[in-house]
């Protein structure tokens, strides 16, 4: 694997020539992982089909589990899911950036292949500066956890490295992710929202923000 560009993002130098790298992997349809605030992301241009069916291929997944997609500002998610609730924009103005994934209805004029969506889109702004400033340059990125299908998250650069190899051209190393606690997901295409997964953001926070909210079984 001596062939594979892994670059510190604490190093002033080699962070602004990873990110450099990264974002001309992405414009080619290549792979590249990435830290977030989560756990390590496995990211391509989420408006590359091609893009997004090798990074099921790379995590052995199937298209009934659909990517979801990283932004860079909340400005971004009315080009990406339409018909948004005041409640909707509520929690996101309480949680963006951070662990929270807002699952919408996809805007009809958009040209993509997330997999099998059922028309909507899952979306999350991270609060990690590499992951901030990677979007702010290619904008939306398809991203899963950096793994392959049936292990656990990465939370270091080498066990992503271990996993997925060859696969990604470009590894962006921010350190350890800390506890692999997976973000908050809420479905915003119900009025009440409801709680699909509950992960980085409690019920009880998210509920000081929409009252009505309601928890999946």
């Known amino acids: 694997m001596g062939w ?19 974002e001309s992997a992405i414009a080619r349809g290549d792979l590249v992982v990435l830290p977030t605030d989560t756990v390590y992301g496995l990211g391509c241009d989420a408006f590359t089909p091609d893009a997004v069916a090798k990074l099921l291929r790379a995590k052995g997944r199937g298209r009934d589990l659909p990517v ?32 929270l994934t807002v699952v919408g209805h996809v805007q ?11 028309g909507t889109v899952a979306v999350r702004m991270p609060l990690h500066p590499v992951a901030l400033e990677l979007l702010a340059r290619t904008g939306p990125l398809a991203v899963s956890s950096a793994n392959v299908s049936g292990s656990p998250p ?33 479905d915003v295409t119900t009025d009440p929202p409801r709680v699909l997964r509950v992960g980085d953001i409690s019920v009880e926070a998210l509920r000081e923000v929409a009252a009505d909210l309601e928890v999946a079984p």
């Open 154 to 186: 990465a939370t270091d650069i080498d066990q992503a490295i271990e996993m997925l190899g060859e696969k990604v051209v470009a590894y962006l190393d921010g350190g350890p992710s800390g506890d692999p606690v997976p973000s908050t997901i809420v």
């Open 108 to 118: 009809p004029s958009l040209s993509w292949d997330l997999g099998e969506t059922g």
């Open 4 to 22: 594979i560009r892994r670059y510190d993002m604490s190093a002033r130098s080699e962070r602004a020539t990873g990110l450099d790298f990264a």
């Open 68 to 99: 979801p997609v990283l932004v860079a500002n909340p400005r971004v998610l009315d080009g990406i899911a339409a018909n948004l609730t005041d409640t909707a924009r509520a929690l996101v103005a309480g949680f963006w950036p951070g662990g």
